[in-house]
């Protein structure tokens, strides 16, 4: 059983939350990869509204949400806050565990809440069309629903082996309204040259995301969204935060621990950036811990460095920790974490310890993932599981320790969609993946040419 | 777009109506089917709680809903009501649309107001185990839930073609601790029987329920548990109409027409009955519409007699349109409506004029709920496009005759677990069912010879 703390939708933050203000050591800038000096806005402006570039660089705290993005926000938000009480009973170790709950969205998970702000600022500047990438598909799903909300198209790229493999979040899309194309595609350049290479190749998310920008490029009308990495992005999931630190208020309590998992940073950036802002000020000491697969462990595992956001090498250069933006990430079932790269922004928090790392095999995610099922009655989707699974080590090292903890971690979205990856945990058809240093060094080599100082 | 009309936790009704102490004609009593005398509570006690059967026989208007229940209801409830506005401007028709919501249950539906309700009074009176059935798998998951809240066992029997094509459900069931039996099952004399007359028989819920009594008759610690068609569990639903009624004051609305799928019956009362209420004293005249799928018509098709409620005969005669208790419903995917007979308290109201029923075409209902799920964000569960697809014909024939209306209805699931359903229907895998007199005279006349003047 839990308890639910609920905000009341007046209450609901009316601000993002920009960590960039705070931040001791700001982030180093995207390069342009043919000059190396920092691009600038008109580099970005093919592929971007204006107003999400001015995001992009902002060093302003606080930017207002538009009503009519918080309007939106109000079909499932405030997001309720939950005591995990049957999850502590079945812990019994002297921690008190709260979690946010973002799969009551239209999509299931935290996704639409930086969607929904992306096409409100496309529709604003005239913008017909958006194209995207998606693997799994929770983004494509979330940015679907949120350009059908705004009248706006959309086509997704998705990752050829998910869209053959994982017929249900296409025919979301397609519900949505949003064309659902498998990548890599004839309809690109980047498709193409992969096609020709090999016309089985199964995909990845750094070649979908090069057929989403290609697409985009191309069209006065068409800009390009990205579900994660990027500042804006992370900036439009801090309403998370700011609503779990009023949630915790209300409740009495405040977290000595944030957990969240970690794709690309957006979702860990979401519930922990309001937190961080009191330990960067000095006023709490909480820690908080992003947890990525062993089997793509770009924060435990990668280089600092400045590499590509795709396969094809169209984005600027970002200054973030990767496995190179060529590494295939073994097949996991928590599509949404097997990205090469993490947002600039966590990269440069991990670099200057402000955060922690922590790599989970998916096995141990997958049997919390079920330990937490039973105990509080909500499915959590596999990417979510690894920071369950992270709270139970944090529960046992406080057990043994003897110390009194407060936990809250991100229960990102919902496992309804994803039925047949707990199918094949029960079969034992899942395996863990030992990361080895020939895939470290499988990718990274090439990555080593694109520094500024080479 | 929708918006969304919230109801504070503190205004949560804290009772539930029993519409029995206002209907002007009371539902007849079940009979005991050897006497065909009426049954009392001595014999219902070998398969429930004492406290839900004195709710079954209650004539008290309302009924105090126990702390505990409302502790678990709040991890969910107050449910949202949303206005269509979306659905609305789609459908360009005088109509205001309101549409609760009971998708953001554990489970995705309806179906956990009545499952924590029933687990906690076994709970109470020291129930160690309870059996059910399920079709597709929505009650057995909210029941199975509810169970593992209580610390009580839970054995569900599944129908086999939805337990061997559709192993999602049966896999959360599974995570929230159950043990789930194809059925007919070797367990039972009733699936024994059944079995040896045809050893690939594919199951049907007539038969899950006499499985499942069965086995909860011949354990004292054992009780069972029903997810539709009896008074306490329709009782238990009407929590979502009262809570409607609250928020539609709050949007300063009352609705003409109420509509919900029918399939026990549970779903629709839930919504409809506090509004009936109002009907019956003559305050307020609103239509309330019961929808049922036209390969399943007992509404339209039926004949209200005495009937079982389950296949082998276990149950007491319950007076109500039935299709007859060995009627095989054609496949159609919202399985949840795949019963054979309708609630006494419903087919009461239909007989008393006081409630109207409506059986639709599964491909009507499918589109409609791809047209609302691209205006509204939000996939319905097959079951619950019933309601929107009257809804659409209510909005039509609104514009034609140039009346405006309001109707409010039940999206009592989502569809997240249901996407192969959608995925056939894009396909056009999916047919409609013209319900032919065949089957209306093919398990009838075994019910004639059940009827007390026999």
């Given at each position: 059983m839990s308890k639910k703390i609920f905000l009341n939708e007046n209450d609901m933050p009316r601000q993002w939350y920009n960590i960039v203000a705070d931040m001791p050591n700001k982030p180093l800038p995207p390069l342009h990869p043919g000059t190396k000096q920092p691009v600038g806005p008109e580099d970005l402006a093919p592929l971007f509204p204006m107003e999400l570039i001015k995001q992009e660089v902002s060093t302003e705290q606080y930017i207002d949400i538009p009503d009519e993005v918080l309007d939106i926000y109000k079909i499932w938000r405030p997001s309720p806050l939950f005591r995990a009480t049957g999850f502590e009973k079945l812990l019994d170790a002297p921690v008190k565990i709260y979690y946010k709950y973002e799969g009551g969205s239209p999509s299931g998970s935290h996704k639409p809440n930086t969607a929904v702000a992306q096409a409100y600022y496309s529709k604003q500047e005239g913008v017909k069309k958006i194209t995207t990438e998606t693997g799994a598909g929770q983004w494509g799903t979330a940015l679907s629903f949120a350009c059908k909300q705004f009248g706006i198209d959309c086509d997704v790229y998705m990752v050829r082996i998910s869209h053959d493999q994982k017929p249900y979040r296409k025919i979301m899309?397609?519900?949505?309204?949003?064309?659902?194309?498998?990548?890599?595609?004839?309809?690109?350049?980047?498709?193409?040259?992969?096609?020709?290479?090999?016309?089985?190749?199964?995909?990845?998310?750094?070649?979908?995301?090069?057929?989403?920008?290609?697409?985009?490029?191309?069209?006065?009308?068409?800009?390009?969204?990205?579900?994660?990495?990027?500042?804006?992005?992370?900036?439009?999931?801090?309403?998370?935060?700011?609503?779990?630190?009023?949630?915790?208020a209300m409740a009495g309590d405040y977290p000595d621990i944030v957990i969240a998992p970690l794709g690309g940073g957006s979702n860990f950036a979401g519930l922990a950036f309001p937190f961080l802002k009191h330990k960067i000020n000095g006023t709490r000491n909480v820690r908080a811990i992003a947890v990525e697969p062993a089997s793509c462990p770009k924060l435990t595992k990668g280089k600092f460095m400045y590499d590509f956001g795709d396969t094809a090498g169209y984005t600027p250069l970002l200054p973030m920790y990767t496995l190179g933006h060529n590494f295939s990430p073994a097949a996991i079932h928590a599509g949404g974490l097997r990205y090469h790269g993490a947002s600039v922004l966590c990269s440069q928090l991990l670099k200057d310890n402000l955060i922690e790392a922590q790599a989970l095999q998916q096995l141990e995610c997958f049997e919390a993932g079920v330990l937490f099922a039973k105990a509080e009655g909500i499915i959590p989707a596999p990417e979510a599981t690894h920071a369950i699974a992270q709270v139970i080590r944090e529960a046992k090292k406080a057990k043994e320790e003897g110390v009194q903890k407060t936990i809250l971690f991100n229960l990102c979205g919902h496992g309804f969609v994803d039925m047949q990856a707990y199918a094949d945990y029960f079969e034992g058809k899942l395996t863990n993946h030992e990361f080895t240093d020939d895939e470290l060094s499988s990718a990274l080599p090439e990555v080593e040419a694109l520094q500024p100082n080479k």
């Open positions: 899309m397609n519900m949505f309204g949003a064309n659902v194309y498998a990548s890599p595609s004839n309809r690109t350049q980047a498709g193409r040259n992969i096609l020709a290479k090999d016309p089985h190749a199964t995909g990845s998310l750094g070649i979908a995301i090069s057929e989403a920008i290609e697409m985009a490029a191309q069209d006065a009308n068409t800009k390009y969204a990205l579900g994660s990495v990027l500042n804006h992005v992370l900036l439009h999931q801090t309403i998370i935060g700011q609503e779990a630190e009023k949630q915790m």
